[in-house]
Structures are given as C-alpha cells and as structure tokens.
C-alpha cells in the first residue's frame, strides 16, 4: 500500500502550480480547481515519487515534483503499464487511462528533462475520475 504526498492544482493551462493539502474530487469535474479536469479521460495525473526520483538522478538535477505539472504525487505503488487499472486514493477511485506522455514544457522548465521522464512511464499516468470524494495528504493509495 502506498501514501498520497502531494497535491495540486494549476488555474488554467501554463498557469503555476498550487500545492494544497487537500481537496475534493468529483466525477464532473476532476480535482478542485483544476482546469483539466472537465477532459473526461485525463482529468487527473498522478506521478510516483520513485519515478520522479529516478528522473531526477538521470537528469542530474533536484526538481520540485510539480515540476512536471503532475496533480498527485504518490509513493509505493508501481504506475507503469497500468492503463485499466484502478486506483483509489482515500475515497476517491481513478481508473487509469494512459501514460502521461512529457511534453516540451517539460524542457522549457529544465531541459532535456523531457527526456529523462521517457522511460518507464516515469512521466506518470492521467487518469478518470470513478468515484469522486475528498482526498487529503498522508492518504492510503492503493491499486483495487
């Protein structure tokens, strides 16, 4: 079983990134705040901690994880090629849509950082909400 570590939001596309401790999750609407969520099948990306270390080491670079614009952050479960899977976050269940692919944003905050998330789905997964619900920092994660 995993943990939630992180959480957050961006306004609107190339807006910055707002780290929050909690916040609702709808079907309708994604994550609070977030302008992706209305997308039905990315409305929330979620990023592993080991993947993100490991991204970083190969970079050559300590980056913030929101960095890479992510909505969550968790640790202790696997991301990659877990397209169907489900995942659930306190309450809240997410079914895994796709690989989150890294963009050239990624390399305008660091680059050749888009590089180094292209292996092993480091980039993270986007996700669609199943079950909505409130989720808060420290929460178990967990795939079912």
């Not at 992706?36 to 991204?55: C, F, M, N, Y």
């Not at 489900?86 to 692919?101: H, M, P, Q, S």
Request: proline share 3%; glycine share 12%.
């Amino acid at each position: 079983m995993g943990k939630l570590l992180g959480i957050a939001r961006k306004a609107k596309s190339g807006a910055p990134m707002e780290e929050i401790h909690a916040a609702g999750v709808t079907v309708e609407q994604g994550l609070e705040g977030d302008y992706r969520g209305k997308l039905r099948r990315r409305q929330i990306s979620v990023l592993a901690r080991e993947d993100w270390e490991a991204t970083c080491a190969e970079h050559g670079k300590d980056l913030a994880w929101t960095t890479r614009r992510a909505n969550l952050l968790v640790e202790g479960v696997a991301l990659k090629e877990a397209t169907g899977s489900r995942l659930k976050i306190g309450d809240v269940v997410l079914e895994i849509y796709c690989e989150t692919d890294p963009c050239t944003i990624m390399d305008k905050a660091s680059p050749g950082l888009r590089r180094a998330l292209e292996p092993d789905w480091r980039g993270g997964v986007c996700c669609r909400v199943i079950k909505g619900g409130r989720i808060s920092l420290g929460d178990d994660v967990d795939f079912i």
